[in-house]
């Protein structure tokens, strides 16, 4: 019975000790809460972001003046992105191994992943070529390929090392090109591996770059809404004002 008492007291001590010591412990926080105060010279905006034009080396991405390149694009090394063509939102050009070049009125739609390697198994060039007039469709992923002037390439589209799509060609969406493998002017192509499905018509050749000027058309509206140099000269600015420099 004694122990059962005193086991008793001993439980409440404990709860009483513990509740106390956990007030204690938010009087504490609160009063920190108190004390840190924002400051007022701290800074409101965001530096943090990513970046689109990553050099490695000697090399460094070439942009033309009128090439829309969307903000979350990532080109690193030897790319080069000629007049009038455009990137997409969320595209990776990664030209660490050789070079990526995006022809004059072409454009690489969202989410595409163009590398190149050092070298073709094939013997032919390595490095990834798209010519004039070119429209790669959304998530397609291109490695040391050569695409020659006005076809289309349809979304989730893989084009492997060392393959060749002649002009006036089409693949269709989800088409899959095997290392090596040349697609004829003229033909239409689709599945996994792709195959040969039928010839174009001369009105569906004709189509092609009008695709490709329609895009481009496209891509100036949103690179209008872009200023081609970000707003940290205006904190700079401040920043000199503040201190009094005059130059």
């Known amino acids: 019975m004694a122990?059962?008492?005193?086991?008793?007291?001993?439980?409440?001590?404990?709860?009483?000790?513990?509740?106390?010591?956990?007030?204690?412990?938010?009087?504490?926080?609160?009063?920190?809460?108190?004390?840190?105060?924002?400051?007022?010279?701290?800074?409101?905006?965001?530096?943090?972001?990513?970046r689109k034009i990553i050099p490695l080396g000697q090399w460094v991405p070439k942009v033309a003046v009128d090439a829309y390149v969307a903000p979350n694009v990532v080109l690193a090394g030897q790319v080069t992105v000629n007049d009038g063509a455009s990137v997409w939102n969320g595209c990776v050009l990664r030209g660490d191994l050789n070079k990526i070049t995006v022809g004059f009125c072409s454009n690489v739609q969202e989410r595409c992943v163009i590398?190149?390697?050092?070298?073709?198994?094939?013997?032919?060039?390595?490095?990834?070529?798209?010519?004039?007039?070119?429209t790669i469709g959304a998530y397609s992923l291109l490695r040391s390929c050569t695409i020659e002037p006005e076809c289309i390439i349809g979304q989730h589209s893989i084009l492997m090392e060392g393959s060749l799509v002649e002009t006036h060609s089409i693949l269709e969406a989800g088409s899959v090109v095997p290392p090596g493998r040349r697609i004829p002017t003229g033909e239409l192509w689709a599945g996994n591996p792709a195959r040969f499905v039928?010839?174009?018509?001369?009105?569906?050749?004709?189509?092609?770059?009008?695709?490709?000027?329609?895009?481009?058309?496209?891509?100036?509206?949103?690179?209008s809404e872009f200023l081609p140099y970000s707003t940290a000269y205006l904190e700079v600015e401040k920043l000199k004002k503040s201190l009094g420099i005059t130059i």
Not at 25 to 40: C, G, L, Q, Y
Not at 204 to 212: G, R, V
């Open 3 to 50: 122990t059962s008492i005193a086991a008793r007291f001993s439980r409440k001590a404990a709860a009483s000790a513990s509740a106390s010591a956990f007030s204690g412990f938010r009087s504490f926080v609160t009063e920190a809460a108190k004390m840190i105060s924002p400051s007022s010279d701290r800074v409101k905006w965001d530096y943090r972001g990513q």
């Open 115 to 134: 590398h190149a390697a050092w070298s073709s198994p094939t013997g032919l060039p390595a490095e990834t070529s798209i010519e004039r007039f070119v």
């Open 198 to 223: 039928r010839v174009l018509t001369h009105e569906e050749t004709l189509e092609i770059p009008k695709l490709a000027v329609a895009i481009n058309d496209l891509s100036k509206e949103h690179f």
